[in-house]
């Protein structure tokens, strides 16, 4: 045990090590992506963001792309990532202490330390209480980031995106709720070659598309420009009258994208001054039909295993992404 950590310790406290005297540096931009779905290798799958896992974990400090061959791990709801990555994520230094079998963490006045499987953290000086337990996983001691990150006064958030998990360490200013924040950051990380290639600006991002702008004012599903897709059309909806009255109260047009099996369909909210948001989108094989009703969309979504209702609160503000929400049954 003791050979097995001073190796995983020694380029964390060497890396800790050049964090002396930087007390009041200003924590970094962190992000890491977790597939949370088997990648799925048919043709129609053009997306960038759909790629096999490497052996080799990508995540970003400030935009810059970093790798390590150990995974994050999914514990009781809770992402754990080895204590490197930890401290990395937060700015902070790190140490071991052997005989306790203990790790600490600081930055600024700031202090965690927890015990290997124990439900406790300390910080400074008082216990608090731990969801999930720090683990040994193949020679590796993994920690729970949002309640070590928290504890150092961070904020860690979760975006389930593309079918993938963002988790995001930023610092307690940023709101990665917002969409402008999260796309901005986003862009800057593995999409960041592919839209600066193209001059392109990133719009939204939903379940299985990213919306973007190029330079001549297209918009892009994906990497396919809208425009150039006959399936691309203006939607009304079996309510065309509920439709007409929303897009002038928010200041939008509604465009729904309906290519041929199996790509999948999207509909969008482009707005007068060039923005745009996705409202709803499926995966491959999936379709669906809509409705707009007041200030929601009523949609049914089919694919193999049946079907299923959602509804959209389209009423919300521009910074804000379209949720959501599964209902029983529509009205």
């Not at 999260?182 to 070659?193: H, I, R």
């Not at 839209?195 to 918009?219: F, K, N, P, S």
């Not at 992404?321 to 529509?330: D, T």
């Amino acid at each position: 045990m003791t050979l097995i950590l001073a190796w995983l310790l020694l380029p964390a406290l060497a890396w800790a090590a050049d964090l002396a005297g930087a007390e009041e540096q200003k924590m970094p931009d962190f992000l890491v992506r977790i597939p949370l779905q088997p990648y799925d290798e048919h043709y129609a799958n053009d997306a960038p963001f759909n790629q096999p896992l490497e052996k080799r974990l990508t995540y970003y400090v400030n935009g810059e792309a970093r790798q390590t061959e150990q995974p994050p791990l999914l514990e009781n709801g809770q992402i754990l990532l080895p204590l490197r990555l930890v401290a990395e994520a937060c700015g902070a230094a790190v140490s071991w202490d052997e005989g306790q079998q203990q790790a600490s963490l600081s930055l600024s006045s700031q202090t965690a330390s927890v015990q290997l499987g124990q439900l406790i953290m300390l910080v400074n000086g008082v216990d608090k209480p731990l969801q999930t337990a720090p683990v040994l996983q193949d020679g590796v001691l993994y920690l729970p980031l949002r309640a070590v990150g928290e504890a150092l006064g961070k904020q860690v958030s979760w975006q389930k995106r593309l079918g993938q998990g963002f988790v995001i360490v930023a610092d307690s200013a940023a709101d990665f709720a917002e969409r402008s924040q999260f796309n901005a950051l986003l862009a800057q990380t593995y999409l960041a070659e592919s839209l600066t290639a193209r001059q392109g600006r990133l719009l939204d991002v939903g379940q299985a598309m990213i919306l973007w702008r190029d330079i001549e004012g297209v918009y892009y599903r994906n990497w396919v420009a809208l425009n150039e897709a006959v399936a691309c059309h203006d939607f009304t909806g079996a309510q065309p009258e509920e439709t007409t009255a929303l897009a002038a109260k928010l200041g939008c047009r509604f465009q729904f994208y309906d290519p041929p099996a199996p790509y999948p369909e999207a509909l969008v909210a482009v707005y007068d001054d060039g923005d745009a948001k996705i409202v709803f989108d499926v995966p491959v094989w999936h379709s669906f039909d809509a409705y707009i009703l007041g200030d929601c969309v009523y949609i049914t979504e089919q694919s193999s295993v049946g079907e299923r209702f959602w509804r959209v609160n389209l009423n919300v503000p521009r910074e804000q992404s379209f949720v959501a929400e599964e209902i029983a049954e529509l009205p």
